[in-house]
């Protein structure tokens, strides 16, 4: 993990809120955002800021997210979703989030980022598998 990683730094990127974005199951008039898909989003723009500040062989994971989605975005509209860091504590990254259609704020909240060594996380999930099926867990 770089120096360069600090509070205040912040990212925006900006999605159009295609068909796969949408909830269905209000049908076809009520296309809507969806809030898994908005966290998807929260996800990527945040982990897209903490790239630049990681190490050759690093990156992060989510660990938790709290936020309101609290107005409904139609398809095809534009949101900015905006990832600004609020604190680093070693190498767990909290970052503050608010996202922005065309008209309105639509979420707010934090969103919390883990940076990991990816040679180590990969050992650690192979011994995690190996473990699983010494114990009798279907193999995937």
Wanted: hydrophobic share 40%; proline share 4%; glycine share 8%.
């Amino acid at each position: 993990m770089k120096e360069t990683l600090r509070p205040g730094l912040s990212r925006t990127e900006t999605r159009i809120v295609d068909r796969p974005r949408t909830i269905d199951f209000m049908g076809e008039d009520l296309r809507i955002y969806g809030t898994p898909e908005l966290l998807r989003d929260i996800e990527f723009t945040s982990r897209n800021l903490l790239l630049a500040h990681c190490d050759v062989g690093e990156d992060s994971v989510g660990v938790s997210a709290a936020f309101d989605h609290s107005a409904a975005t139609p398809l095809g509209m534009e949101v900015r979703i905006t990832a600004t860091i609020a604190g680093v504590e070693g190498r767990r990254v909290v970052l503050d989030i608010v996202a922005f259609d065309a008209i309105e704020e639509i979420a707010r909240g934090q969103h919390t980022r883990f940076i990991v060594d990816m040679a180590k996380s990969k050992q650690r999930l192979a011994a995690k598998i190996a473990k699983a099926q010494a114990a009798g867990a279907p193999e995937r």
